[in-house]
């Protein structure tokens, strides 16, 4: 069966975004990029792929699943030759987790080989391909990123660079890029910034990730950032920075800080570890507890927790013992499957636990099903108070910008306010950071109202994009609804 095109809102799965990497100028490239997209596993877990080129031919190799088991084999690495190659794990947010919407997506254009690796979210991709599709273009695949490419095959602008520039003119929304063509790597992040992606050399070669950790991985130094709105070319004149877009003032995802990214990454020049251990500090500041211990939710509120113990002066300890062989419980399709893997994946420590008035520690509630499991284990495993204290403020909106988040009304706060959620989660007490305090662990000194520094849409609802494909639906959906009262 075909699979339909799908948008985030119709979903009613939680997943997160994806990673992208690519090298330029290193022997095994291939290699280098399945130990980058290892590390970079916690933002897709999907499916992966790699696409080389060697001068001559692009060769991919794409697979649905974790990278171990589909690149950790010798022989699928062989078949990936070349100095230059990008690689993808993914997440769907738009378009089926199928096979043939695995990144990267590859076509032989006019110009020649063209391979592109994305993170991120074309909030119009439904819009433009249907204007692709009435001037005869032939899609692949149902995913987003498949519209860049008949873009750029389609542009009536004749140097590649060209094209491919008019064709992000033409897309809304997040993309972080790596492009793997005969001229070289392009690299490119849409104008806002939404989501990251960084540069690093290694030798004479250079590469590019979602996040400094892949850098680490492979043996990089870490550069810069790709400045939101920049692209790059790298070939062999070396590398070459543009600033095809009108000037925006940047707003990076701030849910990266407070969970995609991971703790030992850089982001933006800061400690991903370090702005989660503010965050920690800065809610025991606006929530104290009168408890006797600190407990994270592992993995992710970890660092928010230490920060509050240290914040409050109360012990932190383990409460919580995470199973390593369990994925992010986000992914989980179904909601019975989901909730036996919160079950699986946290077991309570109960002696840490028993006759203690203890505060929790997670980075976000979304549904709301870790949250009333892991209270329910605290009680069974005999808390004698248990509170909870959320490192970000109340998820009410979802996310049209590559984090597949479900539809607004299974978001528990966008159903509940705080004192209802508390009597939903079964805690003694709950609350929240406020938007202020996030924009302050992030060293700012508040939320700029009129021009927020960052995107905040999942907590605010002010999206900073158009969100074409939504309010087409929308306005369709309204259509319907008129004709049939009409009717
Ligand atoms: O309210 P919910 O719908 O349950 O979602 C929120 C939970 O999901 C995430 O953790 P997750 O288990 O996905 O991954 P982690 O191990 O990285 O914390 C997040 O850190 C919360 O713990
Ligand atoms: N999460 C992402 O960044 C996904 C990229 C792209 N929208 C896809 O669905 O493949
Ligand atoms: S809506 Fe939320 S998750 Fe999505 S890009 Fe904005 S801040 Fe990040
Ligand atoms: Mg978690």
């Known amino acids: 069966m075909f699979d339909m095109i799908s ?40 499916a992966a792929g790699i696409t080389s080129y060697d001068g001559k031919t692009f060769h991919s190799h794409r697979a649905m699943g ?45 110009t020649g080989g063209f391979a592109v690796a994305h993170n991120g979210n074309i909030s ?3 819009h433009v391909r249907r204007e692709l599709n009435r001037r005869g273009s032939i899609f692949q695949s149902t995913s987003d990123t498949e519209v860049i490419i008949h873009l750029v095959a389609t542009s009536t602008y004749r140097p590649l660079l060209d094209r491919v520039i008019d064709a992000l003119k033409q897309v809304e929304g997040a993309y972080s890029l790596v492009m793997l063509t005969n001229e070289g790597l392009i690299a490119c992040r849409d104008p806002l910034g939404i989501r990251p992606l960084v540069l690093g050399r290694r030798d004479d070669a250079y590469i590019l990730a979602s996040e400094t950790v892949a850098l680490d991985v492979v043996g990089a130094t870490y ?47 800061l400690s991903v ?54 994925g992010r419980t986000f992914i989980q399709p179904g909601d019975a499957i989901r909730n036996l893997g919160v079950k699986l994946k946290h077991n309570a420590n109960r002696p840490v636990i028993q006759g203690k008035r203890i505060v929790l520690i997670d980075d976000s509630i979304v549904r709301g099903t870790t949250s009333v499991k892991i209270v329910q284990m605290m009680r069974e495993a005999g808390a004698a ?9 109340p998820t009410r909106h979802s996310c049209f910008y590559g984090v597949d988040t479900p539809e607004r009304a299974k978001l528990l706060a966008a159903q509940m306010d705080v004192q209802r959620m508390r009597d939903y989660i079964k805690v003694d007490s709950l609350a929240f950071l406020s938007i202020n305090g996030l924009y302050k662990a992030l060293g700012e000194d508040m939320r700029v109202e009129e021009t927020p520094q960052y995107c905040d849409a999942c907590f605010t609802g002010e999206y900073p994009t158009r969100l074409t494909d939504y309010e087409e639906a929308a306005a369709d959906d309204q259509l319907v609804l008129l004709a049939e009262r009409a009717s």
């Open 7 to 46: 948008h985030p809102f119709d979903d009613d799965k939680l997943k997160e975004e994806c990673g992208i990497f690519g090298v330029w100028g290193a022997e095994g490239s291939a290699a280098l990029a399945a130990l980058g997209l290892h590390a970079l596993q916690h933002r897709g877990q999907e």
């Open 66 to 110: 974790h990278v171990a088991g589909n690149f950790d084999r010798d022989e699928v690495i062989r078949e990936l030759p070349g100095e230059a190659a990008i690689g993808h794990v993914r997440y769907s947010t738009t378009g089926a987790s199928a096979l043939r919407n695995v990144q990267p997506l590859f076509a032989e254009l006019s």
């Open 124 to 126: 119009n991709a439904a």
């Open 223 to 269: 550069l810069r950032q790709i400045e939101p709105g920049e692209m790059v070319v790298i070939n062999e004149k070396g590398l070459r920075s543009l600033r095809p877009f009108q000037t925006l003032r940047p707003r990076p995802c701030i849910f990266e800080h407070v969970y995609f990214s991971r703790p030992d990454s850089l982001l933006d020049g």
């Open 273 to 326: 570890y370090q702005v989660r251990k503010n965050i920690g500090a800065q809610l025991a500041i606006e929530s104290p507890v009168d408890a006797d211990v600190v407990i994270p939710v592992p993995d992710s509120g970890n660092p928010a927790a230490i920060g509050y113990a240290q914040q409050s002066g109360l012990p932190f300890e383990l409460g919580i013992i995470r199973s390593h062989y369990v």
């Open 385 to 393: 108070e248990v509170h909870m204290r959320v490192a970000s403020p």
